[in-house]
């Protein structure tokens, strides 16, 4: 969603709460990239976009990199499938570098997808993340999970997600809060940045439309992703509690097919937060 070099100076009265680079998921452009890889980034170039997490798909790292940098486009983190962190880390490692990517981001654990992710569930994402996560901290290169809401079964005095937080090594595993996909689950997004504080290293900035059934399917329609600011998400003590932690990068996501429209909007409502 957007992305961000944070500081943790927390503002005066008048002075702007979103302080980070604009940036954003490529995902957002999922209809648009297939079509016209070139057209799709100058439309994001010219929405003042200067960072973005992802990859160019079936571009190589190397010339979607290249295409960044002509626009003035840098990829501070890219993605992995699951299988990737499992089996193949170094195949990670090797695309994190060729896009010159200090993040990467894993955004599903495999699992029945009826909202019944298990212990067992966890506990395989748990060995992976550790192991994998090694190999790229070895390659100086951060791994982070990104939640989806299914995590949210409760497990102990918690939830899964807390036990996938508390059973995975800090040094080689962190955390990409995805806001809406937190609270779809039934998690509060301010009280977990400050419960488990600089274990967030990037945030996915996403609004969601007020009063919809939330499950713990990881899964809804696209259509609820509003532009920020006019869902329910609570967006300006998600940006302070951010600051406070050290978030390092956040990217507008909106999974919508509204976004040509709507990523403007979002960047306009976070120039428009002041304390």
Request: net charge negative; with cysteine; glycine share 10%.
């Amino acid at each position: 969603m957007v992305s961000c070099s944070t500081t943790n100076k927390i503002g005066k009265t008048g002075d702007p709460i979103f302080t980070a680079p604009f940036a954003v998921q490529t995902w957002s452009f999922r209809n648009y990239f297939p079509k016209d890889m070139i057209g799709t980034l100058d439309r994001i170039q010219k929405m003042g976009i200067t960072e973005i997490e992802g990859d160019g798909g079936k571009i190589p790292p190397e010339e979607f990199k290249k295409l960044c940098a002509a626009r003035g486009i840098t990829i501070p983190s890219t993605g992995c499938s699951f299988d990737e962190i499992e089996n193949n880390p170094m195949a990670i490692v090797k695309k994190a570098k060729a896009l010159e990517s200090n993040f990467v981001m894993c955004p599903w654990v495999p699992h029945d997808n009826k909202g019944n992710f298990s212990k067992a569930d966890a506990d395989r994402a748990i060995k992976a993340f550790n192991t994998g996560g090694k190999v790229l901290h070895d390659n100086g290169i951060t791994f982070t999970y990104h939640p989806h809401g299914y995590e949210f079964q409760p497990y102990g005095d918690g939830t899964l997600l807390d036990y996938i937080i508390n059973n995975t090594n800090p040094q080689y595993v962190s955390f990409e809060m995805d806001i809406f996909w937190v609270q779809f689950g039934g998690g509060d997004p301010v009280t977990l940045l400050k419960k488990y504080g600089d274990r967030w290293k990037l945030m996915h900035m996403k609004d969601m439309k007020k009063g919809i059934t939330k499950d713990l399917t990881g899964g809804t329609d696209v259509e609820y992703n509003v532009p920020l600011g006019s869902g329910e998400l609570d967006m300006v003590n998600i940006l302070k509690e951010g600051k406070k932690i050290g978030i390092a990068h956040y990217f507008i996501e909106d999974e919508s097919s509204q976004v040509v429209n709507q990523v403007p909007q979002s960047i306009a409502y976070l120039q428009s937060l002041k304390y």
